[in-house]
């Protein structure tokens, strides 16, 4: 019996560019500042992102057909709250709820949202995102994420 393998190296791997923005707007504001600042258009995802399975995250997104480039906003920190009940010796049982932070890129915890822009953004272009993001006022600061040290590259797949 014959046995095929596939082999990492030959699938393609996508090339994008990958900014942490640290701000405490709302994700909605957040998209509307963009959309007015870097001339973008982005629209919420009708279909939220499922991270494993589990959770949904809002998605913005928007295709600039100018420069062939795909960008995706999402939050990178989400609360998952979990529930424990309690039985006592009483009458009634008590339920008890501990809610704990996740993270969509964990290795960049502080970082409150994440703007991915796929295909081949060139450094001239990405430097010009980053100058239009820091304008807003409630960006608290914004910078590039290098991907190749990233561990977690697998959670930004967003197709």
């Known amino acids: 019996m014959a046995v095929y393998k596939l082999f990492d190296d030959t699938l393609e791997e996508d090339s994008f560019a990958l900014t942490a923005i ?3 707007l709302e994700d909605y504001r957040l998209v509307y500042f963009l959309n007015r600042y870097l001339s973008t258009g982005f629209s919420r995802r009708r ?12 998605i913005y997104e928007w295709y600039d057909y100018h420069t062939e480039t795909q960008w995706n ?12 009940e ?9 339920a008890f709820e501990t809610r704990v932070p996740h993270y969509l890129v964990p290795e960049y915890k502080k970082a409150d949202y994440l703007l991915k822009i796929s295909g081949e953004p060139n450094e001239a272009t990405v430097q010009k995102i980053l100058k239009g993001i820091k304008e807003i006022a409630r960006v608290v600061t914004a910078y590039q994420i290098d991907i190749n040290q990233l561990k977690s590259k697998k959670n930004l797949i967003f197709e």
């Open 22 to 24: 640290h701000s405490s």
């Open 47 to 58: 279909n939220d992102l499922d991270f494993n399975e589990k959770y949904l995250l809002p």
């Open 73 to 84: 906003l999402t939050a990178n920190r989400f609360t998952v709250t979990y529930t424990a």
């Open 86 to 94: 309690i039985e006592q010796t009483s009458l009634f049982t008590e």
